[in-house]
């Protein structure tokens, strides 16, 4: 059975979330790519194991993910906890979702009472647990009243079926009436999960404003623009790659000739700063105050570790930041 390394802690940075008595690593480990059907249950193990042995303690799910088998994330991370990381539960910090689309008919989608308490006892099942440790909304409904989503959330950790409340892809006046909600129902929201990185800035026009102001923490998802901010797409898109895969967006949301100008030029300034681009982005997430953690995904132990050395380089000067900006400009 696997024995997590003994000096795990001394490896990670950890940062209290909001205003709240939780810390986070700095880099957690996300479960939305490799944890379906394209890799072995032994390479999903030697991932989570490396995760754990680097001091990453939080994973994050969602019912949706491990397509195009929904669930299927979860039920093998729950096959993993069964086997060997169970044993340190305590120890884990583990959060899924939902809200976007998974049951057909009516009550599979969006934001109702029904579908995130339902979900709820479906993603615990697969997992094998009593309780995770985070249920977030996945994303804002447009039709379902807040009052109803967020007290289905609150009632949720009422009933010892989660610790925390996060919502995730909210804009920054949504985002601030789901944060008033929860605290007014007794159950302060503890993280909001938005997609941020160099390219996709948009968090920065309010919503850090709205999290800072209210406690919240903030986690961000997709740090290295699906891959783009790595040196795998310098040179065209390799075979096998993500970007190569039918029906995935990666190419056409961040790929674009411009952006790969942009994107090279990164690269330029990372290998000064003795980095690779992937180092660099995720540090460069991780400077803004409000920012707890960042969540990457992982092919290998060796990506894990590639991308965990970024720790080692999380300072910038204004001339690095200020070069950075006329890159995107």
């Not at 193990?45 to 001091?55: H, P, Q, R, W, Y």
């Not at 090279?264 to 991780?286: F, I, V, Y």
Request: charged fraction near 25%; charge should be negative.
């Amino acid at each position: 059975m696997y024995q997590a390394a003994s000096d795990r802690y001394e490896k990670m940075e950890y940062k209290r979330s909001g205003r709240s008595g939780i810390f986070l690593p700095r880099i957690s480990l996300g479960l939305w790519q490799n944890f379906g059907t394209d890799k072995t249950l032994e390479e999903q193990k030697a991932i989570l194991f490396k995760a754990f042995d680097l001091g990453i303690t939080h994973f994050d799910l969602a019912n949706n993910y491990g397509a195009p088998n929904l669930g299927l994330a979860e039920e093998n991370f729950g096959s993993v906890l069964k086997s060997d990381l169970g044993q340190y539960r305590e120890e884990l910090f583990i959060s899924t979702k939902a809200g976007f689309d998974f049951w057909p008919g009516p009550y599979g989608n969006w934001g109702s009472r029904k579908y995130l308490i339902g979900s709820l006892d479906a993603s615990l099942r697969r997992m094998g647990l009593d309780y995770v440790d985070v249920y977030y909304h996945h994303r804002p409904d447009p039709e379902t009243p807040l009052e109803e989503t967020m007290g289905a959330l609150s009632d949720l950790v009422k009933q010892g079926k989660a610790l925390y409340i996060g919502i995730s892809n909210y804009q920054a006046d949504e985002a601030e009436k789901a944060i008033k909600i929860l605290a007014a129902n007794g159950t302060p929201c503890l993280l909001h999960q938005p997609r941020y990185n160099m390219l996709e800035r948009w968090v920065e026009d309010g919503l850090l404003d709205v999290l800072d102001r209210e406690g919240v923490g903030c986690i961000c998802f997709s740090p290295l623009a699906q891959g783009a901010l790595t040196g795998k797409y310098l040179y065209g898109i390799p075979q096998g790659s993500r970007a190569s895969r039918t029906g995935t967006t990666v190419g056409a949301r961040y790929l674009s000739p411009e952006r790969l100008v942009k994107i090279k030029a990164l690269n330029s300034l990372a290998e000064s700063r003795g980095q690779s681009l992937a180092q660099m982005a995720l540090a460069w997430a991780l400077r803004r105050k409000e920012v707890t953690s960042v969540l990457i995904g992982a092919s290998s132990p060796e990506q894990l570790m590639d991308n965990t050395a970024a720790l080692k380089g999380l300072d910038f000067s204004q001339e690095e930041l200020d070069q950075i900006d006329r890159i995107l400009s």
